[in-house]
């Protein structure tokens, strides 16, 4: 399981990065950040918070990365640092609620 974890944590994590640099659709994009929370959150449930700062963290990044011109977007660049992708994390937080409390009624269900 550990293997499968950091696969898809890193995938997921640049699916959701090349998303939030190719479309200014931020919500499509906190949708992702939700579903990719959840998926780590069901897959480790102790790592709870590793799964939420790496499902958080591509969207600030990739706005941090913008700013300073080192990449591309279809939004125009801000002067100042995008501290408001840091609202990336509360999608993140709930997706990996969401997956943890899915695998803890599933593992419940299964022993009853």
Do not use: K, Q
Request: without cysteine; charged residues 10%.
């Amino acid at each position: 399981m550990y293997r499968i974890y950091w696969v898809t944590a890193l995938a997921g994590a640049l699916f959701v990065g090349w998303a939030h640099d190719h479309t200014d659709e931020l919500p499509i994009v906190l949708g992702f950040v939700l579903m990719l929370g959840a998926g780590l959150g069901a897959l480790e449930p102790r790592r709870f918070a590793l799964s939420w700062a790496i499902a958080g963290a591509p969207v600030p990044v990739v706005e941090t990365v913008v700013r300073y011109g080192w990449m591309n977007a279809p939004w125009p660049r801000s002067e100042a640092l995008p501290l408001v992708a840091l609202v990336a994390y509360a999608p993140a937080a709930i997706g990996v609620a969401v997956g943890v409390a899915t695998r803890a009624f599933l593992r419940s269900a299964r022993v009853a």
